[in-house]
C-alpha cells in the first residue's frame, strides 16, 4: 500500500506570493490533517479535513486554508505569505480520524522557504 | 492548559548504551500517548500509541512505559544503533473529540559511534 504523498516536496517563495500544497493519502483513508513544524514551536495543527468537511482548526490566521476532494486528496493553501511562514507542512492520514487508536501516517512533508 | 513538556531537550549517547526519553503532560481527560519518530527532514513515523489502560508497551528495541496517575511516560531505547538518531516526540489525545492532540516539542537523539 503506498503511503501519504505530499507535493512539492520543496519550495521557495516571495512574501506576499501565495502557496498551494498538495497531500495524498494512503488508500482508504477519509481524514486529513495538516500541520507545521517550526525549530522552535514544534508540530502544530492547522486542520483536518473528513469527507470533504473542515472538522477541526487549529489556532491559525485565516490566511490558511484547505479543502479535500471526494478523492481524500487534500491543498492546503497559504495567501500573503510572510517570512514566519517558512517551516516543514507535513500532512497525516487516517482511516477515520485521530480518536482512539486511530493511528496517524504521515507524509514526507513540503519544505515551504520564504525569502 | 493542557500541555506536553518533554525532557531532556537533546542528548547524545554512544552506540550500544541505552537511553530514556521522558513526557510530562497535564492532558485532560486522557485518551491515548503516541511516541513519534522522526528523522530529519522526514515525517514522523509511529513507534507506540498506549491508552490508560495500557502502562507498557514495546516495538523492537522501543518501549514506552505509562503512569497515567502521574501523567508521566518514558521511552527506553535499547543497545542504540546510529539509526536511532532521530528526533523523538511524545503526542497526547483528549477525550473530548475530533484532533485534540497534544503535541511536545520533541527530544533531539544523536547517537554517536
Known amino acids: 500500500k503506498a503511503g501519504v504523498t505530499q507535493t512539492p516536496r520543496y519550495l521557495i517563495k516571495t512574501r506576499g506570493q501565495q502557496v498551494t500544497l498538495s497531500c495524498s493519502p494512503i488508500?482508504?483513508?477519509?481524514?486529513v490533517s495538516w500541520y507545521q513544524q517550526t525549530p522552535g514551536q514544534g508540530l502544530q495543527f492547522l486542520f483536518e479535513?473528513?469527507?470533504?468537511?473542515?472538522?477541526n482548526k487549529g489556532n491559525f490566521p485565516g490566511r490558511f486554508s484547505g479543502r479535500q476532494f471526494s478523492n481524500s486528496r487534500s491543498e492546503m493553501n497559504v495567501s500573503t505569505l510572510e517570512l514566519g511562514d517558512s517551516a516543514l507542512y507535513l500532512c497525516?492520514?487516517?482511516?477515520?480520524?485521530?480518536?482512539?487508536?486511530?493511528?496517524?501516517?504521515f507524509g514526507p512533508g513540503t519544505r515551504l522557504t520564504v525569502l | 492548559k493542557n500541555q506536553v513538556e518533554q525532557s531532556p531537550q537533546s542528548l547524545i549517547i554512544l552506540e550500544g548504551k541505552n537511553c530514556t526519553l521522558q513526557?510530562?503532560?497535564?492532558?485532560?481527560?486522557?485518551?491515548?500517548l503516541r511516541w513519534y519518530k522522526q528523522d530529519t527532514g522526514r515525517g514522523p513515523v509511529s513507534l507506540t500509541i498506549?491508552?490508560?489502560?495500557?502502562n507498557t508497551k514495546s516495538n523492537g528495541r522501543y518501549t514506552a512505559t505509562l503512569d497515567a496517575d502521574t501523567k508521566q511516560s518514558s521511552l527506553h531505547i535499547t543497545a542504540s544503533q546510529l539509526s536511532d538518531s532521530a528526533s523523538y516526540i511524545c503526542?497526547?489525545?483528549?477525550?473530548?473529540?475530533?484532533?485534540?492532540?497534544?503535541f511536545g516539542t520533541g527530544t533531539r537523539l544523536t547517537v554517536i559511534p
Open positions: 497525516a492520514s487516517s482511516p477515520v480520524g485521530t480518536g482512539y487508536r486511530n493511528e496517524q501516517f
Open positions: 488508500s482508504g483513508h477519509r481524514s
Open positions: 479535513y473528513f469527507s470533504e468537511t473542515q472538522r
Open positions: 513526557c510530562n503532560y497535564t492532558v485532560s481527560p486522557f485518551s491515548n
Open positions: 498506549m491508552t490508560f489502560s495500557e
Open positions: 503526542v497526547v489525545s483528549d477525550q473530548t473529540g475530533a484532533n485534540n492532540l497534544f
